[in-house]
C-alpha cells in the first residue's frame, strides 16, 4: 500500500497518478498488468492504488475498468452492449421467382411444391419457399392424403395482414385482374379455375 | 520567375556594394546550391543574413546579394538551372529600376511595387515554414496524443426485409395466367414422359413391388397433377410395365374394365 | 436545445444518455458526429447536450473529449505526452517540402497546385502530395471555378485529429497571418510603396 509519506521516494499526488494511468490504459492495445503500469509511471507511484481508484471512479460509468487476466482494461459496460450492435433493415423487393411462387401459393392453396412448379414451369429452389416462410408469408399446410404424402403450402394471417386482405378470397379474381387490365387475354377454359383437388383426380380422368 | 517573363541579360557581377564577406557567404551558398529548394528559397536565406525583421529587408540589397551569389557561380564555373538564371535576370532589372528615377511613361508595376510583391511572397514563405514547424511541434496523435487503443468495433446486424405490394402479387399472377395463354408460343417442358425414361425409372422401382401396387403409385412426383402431364405419364408407365412384363421382370393385373391397373415384381423362382 | 419536460418523446435519463455516449464515444477510434452518436441513441435524447455534460466531466482527467472537425472524440490529454511518447519507428519524418506543402494546403485551402508552386517558388512533386494523401492529411477539394477548372487541395479531418485542432480556424496563428494578409493572394491593397532610398523602411508599414 502506497503511503505518501512514508514513501522513500515521492511520486506524483495521487490524482495525478491517476490520470496517468486513465491515460495509459486507455491508449493501450490490450490490457496492462499493474507491472506495466508501475514501469511506465514515475518513481514512487502506487500502481495497484492508482489502478483501484480508476475502477471505482468508472464504477456505474459508460465503460468499465475490468481485470482481464493479471491485467486490466477498459471495456464498455455490459448493460450496454447494445450499443455496439446496430440492426440494419434493409429493404429488398422480393425476387420474381419469389413472387411468382407467393402469387401460386395465395391463389391455390393448399398446394404443393410439384403444383407449383407445374404452374410455374420451372423448379422451385428450396431457397425461395424459405424466403417466404421466413418472412411468415406462408407456411406448411395438412400433408396431401396422395402417394407420397406431399406438403402443402398456405398462405398466412400475416400474409393477410401485409397484403390487406380479410382473407384468401378477397384476392382479386382473374376477371378483376383482367379488368384491371393485368390480364391481356382470355385464359383457355381449364386452366382459369385453379382446381386444389385436380391431384386427387383419377387417373384416366379428364 | 514564372509570373515576370520579361527577359533581361544577366549583369555582368558588378557588385560594389557587398564586401569580401559578402562574397564569401556567396560562395558558400553556391556550393551548397543543391540545398536550396529554388531561387525563392535562396532569397528567404540571403534576406535573413541581413539580420533584421523581413518586412524591413532591403530589397536592393537583397538583389546585390542574389546577383553575387549567381557571380560566385560564375567564377567557380557552377551551372545554375535556368530558373536561377531568369530570377537573376529579373533582379538585375529590379535593381536598376530601383536606382533610377522612375519613369513617367513606364507601363506596368512600378519599382516599388514589383519590390513589394518580392518582399511579400518572402514572407509569405517564411510564414508558412513558422507554422509548418509550429504544426510538427504539435503533440501528433498516435506519437504524443492517443486514441483508444483497442477501439470496439459496432458490429452492424444486417436484415434484410423483403418487400411486395398486393400489386406486385397481382401482376406475378397475372404474368403467370398471361404465360399460360401463350403457352404454346413458349418453349417449355414438353408434357410428356418419353417411354424410355418411364422404364428406367421403374426399374428403379419395381424391386420393391413384393405386393401387388397400382400403376399410379409409380407416377413420378411431379407429373401426377397437371391433366396434360398425368395422361402422358400414365402411358408412358404403363407402356414400361408391359416391357418389363414382356421381359418376364414384373407382373400385371386389372381386375375389371377401367379399374386401376396394378404390378408386382416378378417373383424368381 | 433539449428541455426534457417540454420534449415529446421523452428520452432516457440524463445521465443515462451521458453513459451511453462515453460508451460509443470510448469504443470508437474516429470521431462521431452528434448526428451519429443520436442516431444510436433512444428516442427523445439529447446528444449535443450529452457530449457537453460528458466534456465537462473529462476536464482534467488523463483523457479528454475533444473537438475534431465536425465530431468528437475522446484522446489522451496533451500534457502527459512525456508518459505516453512512443517513438514512431515505422513513419519517416517528413521532408521540408512535405511540411510546407501541407502548411500551405491547411493554410490557404481550397488551393491548387499552381497557387502551392506560386507560394513555394518551385514546383510542388507529385511524391510530395501523395505522400499527404496517403497519410489522409490532404484530400481533393471542389475544382475552381476557373479557366481549366483546376483541382484543389483541402485539409481532412484526419489531419486536424493529428494534430489536435478542433477545426481549421483553429490552426496556430491563423489569426496574425490573415491580419498581416499573408494568407491572401496578393500584397494588400495600399501596400506603401519603398523608396530605393528608404528600403529599410517596413514594406506593410502606412
Known sequence: MYVSGDSLFTGPPEAE??????????????PLTPAEIGSRLPEGSDPYAAVERLRRRYEGRGVALVRIGDGWAFRTAEDLAFLLHREVVETRPLSRAAIETLAIIAYHQPVTRAEIEEIRGVAVSKGTLDLLMERN???FGRRRQTPGRPATFVATEAFLDHFGLAGPSDLPGL?????AGLLDRTPPDGV???????AQASIFED | MRDDPRRFDVPDGRTGALDEAGRSVAEALVIDVDGFEGPLDLLLTLARTQKVDLRRVSILQLAEQYLA??????RLRIELAA???VMAAWLAFLKSRLLLPPEPEAVGPSAEEMAARLAFRLQRLEAMREVGAKLMARPQLGRERFARGAPEAVEVDRTVEHEATLLDLMRAYARLKTRDDYAPLHVGREPVLTPEKALERLRGLIGDAVDWTTLSAFLPDDWTTEPRRRRSAVAATFAAALELVKRGEAELRQDRHFADISLKRRSLS
Do not use: T
Open chain 1, 192 to 198: 382459369a379455375a385453379p382446381r386444389p383437388d385436380a
Open chain 1, 137 to 139: 408469408w406462408v407456411r
Open chain 2, 83 to 85: 530558373d536561377w538564371l
Open chain 1, 175 to 179: 376477371k378483376e385482374l383482367r379488368e
Open chain 1, 17 to 30: 497518478q491517476e490520470r496517468m494511468v486513465e491515460a495509459m490504459l486507455f491508449a493501450a492495445s490490450g
Open chain 2, 69 to 74: 551569389f549567381v557571380e560566385a557561380a560564375k
